[in-house]
């Protein structure tokens, strides 16, 4: 923790990073012996209304990395220019299937909670609800940060949960009704450890390639949600095959072994140029 971001109190490095769009103006005051100067960009920031400022960002002289295509697109059409793609990993030292696809119980759901409007918590819980009147058997399984809501007694909630790779695998089926997203994580992790995903049309959900590994809906598209999800409770083998292609991309698109490589080989070549 620094009192200021100027060359008086940041040390002399190889290697200087922004992870937020006011910090790549920061950054890109200081002198070059603070380090080549790279702006990570892990999402469209843009919620404060300052699009202006974020778009021009983009144009600051300094190296840009992206997290994901949509991120990608949004550089390129402001800039001209094609930034590096750098796409977020997961620990999946920490996040495989313990429990067979096979052998999980299809009506049980997982989901994250949360108050932030963003999310789409509300649209995903009014799925759900509408899911228990097709399937009194439903048993859903949500997890958050956030103080305990108040909730039907079919619907566990877990605050802050040590054991979260043990619930995504007592579940079949992970929902993510996200409005936005700069690359969301616990559905990525739920994929990771067998689960079958269901989840909003975004660029924060990339990796989810319909019909192959999730099925996709439309943002706030409840109807949609409970159609897809009753597809995979009903149709066995192709929330088995959902899963299994979800799982196999995922761990061989965005293990934390190969991104840690590739950001290494981006430093070293970067500098290099020096």
């Known amino acids: 923790i620094v009192p200021e971001i100027n060359d008086s109190y940041v040390p002399d490095a190889d290697i200087i990073m922004s992870t937020w769009w006011q910090m790549a103006y920061a950054i890109n005051t200081l002198s070059n012996k603070k380090g080549k100067k790279i702006n990570l960009i892990q999402d469209y920031e843009i ?16 190296n840009h990395l992206v997290i994901a295509k949509y991120l990608e697109e949004i550089f390129e059409s402001q800039t001209g220019e094609k930034p590096q793609m750098m796409p977020s990993p997961f620990d999946n030292n920490n996040y495989f299937i313990t429990c067979p696809i096979k052998d999980r119980e299809p009506h049980n759901i997982m989901m994250l909670y949360s108050e932030e409007e963003r999310k789409g918590t509300k649209y995903g819980l009014q799925a759900l609800f509408e899911l228990k009147k097709k399937f009194p058997e439903l048993v859903v399984t949500l997890f958050g940060v956030y103080p305990n809501p108040d909730l039907p007694s079919w ?15 007592k579940n079949a089926i992970f929902l993510s009704p ?47 949600m409970v159609e897809k999800i009753s597809l995979l409770i009903l149709n066995k083998k192709q929330r088995i095959i959902l899963a299994e292609n979800g799982n196999q ?13 590739r950001l290494e080989t981006y430093f070293y070549n970067l500098v290099g140029k020096q």
């Open 249 to 261: 991309f995922i761990n061989s698109n965005f293990s934390i072994d190969t991104a840690v490589s």
């Open 155 to 169: 619907m566990q909630y877990h605050r802050k949960p040590s054991n979260l790779p043990e619930l995504y695998n």
């Open 178 to 224: 996200s409005l936005g997203e700069g690359w969301a994580l616990p559905p990525v992790e739920a994929m990771s450890c067998g689960c079958a995903l269901v989840c909003t049309d975004i660029g924060g959900h990339s990796y989810a390639i319909n019909n192959f590994t999730a099925l996709l809906t439309e943002v706030k598209a409840i109807d949609a």
């Open 47 to 62: 919620w404060n209304g300052d699009q202006d400022k974020v778009h021009d960002s983009y144009r600051l002289p300094i």
